[in-house]
């Protein structure tokens, strides 16, 4: 078992008995959560266990799943586990992990052509801003976040302010001349 990573650059993570996992590549012990972030960076790592060498990738990625779902950031209905569960045994069983990857690569696929598009209908035009700043709220919502309301820039808020104390000015006459 090489040290480091093989020529096809794939990263090495060695996992010991007592848990740890050592990164081959920096040298240094990571924590699943640098795992995941490893698989969003699209880096291609395989998980061997310290001791046999034995390839134990897709535990260690089952986990990261698991962790995933237990901290609230549930992904997976109850219903599909079931139904991935009752697939276990069943004579279709080796079908399912190829047709889950298709379809989550043409999902992929197709979620990158709706962003593709919703940007490019909102490049330009009067309502563009308005647009962008509505998927920005809608792309929030969905993913659990508040909205990051839109700071306008430094010459919009002095402009704002300047309209502002001139209305302030104008109703403060109306109220001396009503007085006075």
Request: charge should be negative; glycine fraction near 6%.
């Amino acid at each position: 078992m090489a040290a480091s990573a093989p020529d096809d650059g794939t990263v090495i993570i060695k996992k010991y008995a007592n848990r740890r996992l050592y990164n081959t590549e920096s040298s240094s012990y990571i924590t699943l959560e640098h795992l995941a972030e490893m698989v969003r960076q699209k880096r291609d790592f395989k998980v061997v266990d310290a001791k046999s060498g034995e390839d134990i990738t897709h535990n260690v990625l089952t986990q990261i799943i698991m962790e995933e779902e237990s901290s609230g950031k549930q992904m997976l209905p109850v219903n599909f586990l079931r139904q991935l569960i009752g697939m276990y045994g069943d004579s279709m069983q080796s079908m399912v992990p190829q047709f889950l990857e298709e379809s989550l690569e043409a999902f992929q696929r197709n979620q990158s052509q709706f962003r593709d598009a919703m940007a490019g209908a909102f490049a330009a035009g009067p309502f563009a801003d308005l647009a962008k700043r509505n998927m920005e709220m809608f792309a929030a919502a969905t993913g659990g976040m508040k909205p990051t309301p839109a700071q306008p820039n430094a010459a919009e808020g002095k402009a704002e302010l300047a309209e502002l104390k001139a209305q302030l000015a104008a109703l403060q006459e109306k109220l001396d001349k009503l007085g006075g």
